[in-house]
C-alpha cells in the first residue's frame, strides 16, 4: 500500500511557468519534508513542515516555496522554474523529528523545464 | 556538520555476502549512524540505524566500529534486488532528524 503519494510521477512545465508538486501520506506523521535530486546527484533537502511550522534550508532559493494545508497534503510551488530547476522532487514524511523515526519517501515526481 | 565517505561503487555476487563500508571520523558522541538505499527510479528507502551498538533488522546489519569513525552494513546474502544506491548518513541525536545525504555507493550485484 502506497504511504506517500506524489503525482504525478512526470511534469513538464515551461520556462518561467509556475508550477505545483503535490504529495499526500496516508501515515498521519507529523513531518513532511521536499527534497530535490538532480541527475547522478543525492537527494539535497529543500524544507519541511513540522506539522503547521515551516523550516527552510538555508540555501534554498526563494523560487521555492511550500503549503501544508493539512497533516495529509504537501505542496512544492516553484514560481519561476529555469532550466537548472530540472530534477526529480521527492517527498517524505517521519512520525517526529526525534531520532529513531526512519523518513519515508515517496517515488518522487520528475520535473522537466522546456 | 560531520561528513562520511563511502566508495563510489562497489560488486557482489548474487547469494553473498556484501559488506558496504562507511567512514565518519568526525562523528559526534551523538550522532546517530543512518543507512538509506535508493533503488532505480524510486525514492530512497530507510535500512537501518544505530548509535554505538551492532544493530540487526530484517533487511540488514549494522557494524559500528569501537571508535564509531567507521561503520559497515551488511547485506547477508545479496540478491539482486539489492541493487542500488546505499548512503550511510549522520544525523544529530535531538536538534531534528534532517538527512544530509552524501554520495552513497552504487552496489552491483551479478548473477
Known amino acids: 500500500d502506497a504511504m506517500v503519494i506524489q503525482n504525478p510521477r512526470y511534469q513538464v512545465t515551461q520556462f518561467g511557468k509556475p508550477v505545483t508538486l503535490s504529495c499526500s501520506q496516508t501515515l498521519n506523521h507529523n513531518v513532511m519534508y521536499w527534497y530535490q535530486q538532480k541527475s547522478s546527484q543525492a537527494p539535497k533537502l529543500l524544507f519541511h513542515?513540522?506539522?503547521?511550522?515551516?523550516?527552510n534550508e538555508a540555501d534554498t532559493p526563494d523560487n521555492f516555496q511550500s503549503r501544508r494545508p493539512n497533516t495529509s497534503f504537501c505542496f512544492l510551488d516553484i514560481r519561476s522554474p529555469g532550466l537548472g530547476d530540472a530534477a526529480m522532487y521527492l517527498c517524505?514524511?517521519?512520525?517526529?523529528?526525534?531520532?529513531?523515526?526512519?523518513?519515508?519517501f515517496g517515488d518522487g515526481t520528475r520535473l522537466s523545464i522546456l | 556538520d560531520a561528513k562520511t565517505t563511502q566508495p563510489n561503487s562497489m560488486e557482489s555476487n548474487e547469494e553473498e555476502p556484501v559488506h558496504l563500508p562507511c567512514n565518519h571520523s568526525t562523528i559526534s558522541g551523538t550522532d546517530y549512524i543512518h543507512w538509506y538505499r535508493q533503488l532505480p527510479s524510486q525514492g530512497p528507502e530507510y535500512v537501518i540505524h544505530?548509535?554505538?551498538s551492532n544493530v540487526n533488522n530484517r533487511m540488514a546489519s549494522l557494524a559500528i566500529a569501537e571508535d564509531r569513525k567507521s561503520s559497515t552494513l551488511i547485506l547477508h546474502r545479496a540478491t539482486l534486488r539489492d541493487a542500488a544506491v546505499y548512503y550511510c548518513m549522520l544525523r544529530v541525536g535531538n536538534a531534528g532528524n534532517m538527512l544530509t545525504f552524501g554520495g552513497g555507493t552504487r552496489l552491483m550485484v551479478k548473477p
Open positions: 513542515y513540522y506539522d503547521k511550522d515551516f523550516n
Open positions: 544505530g548509535l554505538t
Open positions: 517524505a514524511t517521519s512520525r517526529d523529528r526525534g531520532e529513531g523515526q526512519p523518513q519515508h
